[in-house]
Structures are given as C-alpha cells and as structure tokens.
C-alpha cells in the first residue's frame, strides 16, 4: 500500500496551540477513529494503543518527525493520520530535538509484515529534508493534504 493510501483528508490536520505529547497522541487517535472509510474505532481504545507503544521506546525519529503505531484487533485495513505542530513538542527523540510531524498509524492486529513495510515506507519519506520542509511551509490543512497526497489530492 503506497505511503499516500494510507491518509485521507479527513485524517489530515494541525495543531495550532501548545500540547503535550499526551495530547498529540489524543488528537491522532480522534483522527484515527474516524470511520472515513471502513468502520470507526473507539478513539479512546487507539489512544491506549499508542501509548502502549510509546512506553516500550519513543517512536520519535529525530528531524522534528514521529511515527506512533500500533496493531488494532478489528480494524479491517491499515489507516494512518498526520497533524502538523506549530509548537513543537518533547517526544524523547534521539536528537534531542522537539516533534513537529508526526504521522500516526494504525494496522489491523495480525498484519506484522505490512506494519513493518508501511513504517519503512513512512520513515524513508520522512527522512527526506525537502519533503519535512514543504510540509512545515503549508499555509493550511488544504495545502498540506496537497504535499502530503500529492498535487491530484
């Protein structure tokens, strides 16, 4: 699945006041919920589910970039969810540096093959510093759709 089938507009936002990771990861799990296509999920149940994750190790790659993830029992198809922080956040990043894009997903429990492949996908994107750059100079959640699912989107 490409990298852009994962998001929709829906699932595609920013976060203008100053949060806490807590609160990043509440906003992406409200997102994540979202029955745009397939069927909702209880948001609260996904909010636990990332922070599972995160407590095993932070899923902050460094660059300003973060991918929390986690396999959800029902979910019918992989999803994802992207915000863009104003404010950047403490995310126990190995450079040390806050967060400020951070592209959530969530992958139905037995698919361990198309996790891994979906977050290898995800991280080589990130790593291009052209790509985080033009997602950063989006001037709205239209334009960042835009640079996220391409210019048809």
Not at 6 to 28: N, T
């Given at each position: 699945?490409?990298?852009?089938?994962?998001?929709?507009h829906?699932r595609?936002g920013?976060?203008?006041g100053?949060?806490?990771r807590?609160g990043?990861?509440?906003r992406l799990a409200?997102l994540l919920?979202r029955p745009v296509?397939g069927?909702g999920?209880?948001?609260?149940?996904?909010?636990e589910?990332l922070?599972e994750?995160?407590?095993?190790a932070?899923?902050?790659?460094?660059?300003g970039?973060a991918?929390?993830?986690?396999r959800i029992?029902?979910l019918?198809?992989a999803?994802?969810?992207f915000v863009?922080?104003?404010?950047?956040v403490?995310?126990?990043a190995p450079?040390?540096?806050?967060?400020d894009l951070?592209?959530?997903?969530a992958v139905?429990e037995?698919?361990?093959?198309?996790?891994?492949?979906h977050?290898?996908?995800?991280?080589?994107?990130?790593?291009?510093?052209d790509?985080?750059?033009?997602?950063?100079?989006?001037?709205d959640d239209?334009?960042l759709?835009?640079r996220?699912l391409g210019a048809?989107?």
């Amino acid at each position: 699945m490409p990298f852009a089938d994962l998001l929709c507009h829906q699932r595609i936002g920013r976060i203008s006041g100053p949060v806490d990771r807590d609160g990043v990861i509440e906003r992406l799990a409200a997102l994540l919920a979202r029955p745009v296509e397939g069927h909702g999920l209880a948001a609260a149940d996904v909010a636990e589910r990332l922070r599972e994750r995160e407590r095993l190790a932070s899923t902050a790659l460094g660059h300003g970039v973060a991918i929390p993830h986690a396999r959800i029992g029902g979910l019918d198809r992989a999803r994802g969810a992207f915000v863009l922080l104003d404010h950047g956040v403490s995310y126990a990043a190995p450079d040390g540096e806050p967060v400020d894009l951070v592209f959530a997903m969530a992958v139905p429990e037995d698919e361990v093959a198309g996790h891994l492949a979906h977050l290898g996908e995800i991280a080589e994107r990130f790593s291009d510093a052209d790509f985080r750059a033009s997602l950063r100079a989006a001037d709205d959640d239209r334009e960042l759709a835009r640079r996220l699912l391409g210019a048809d989107a």
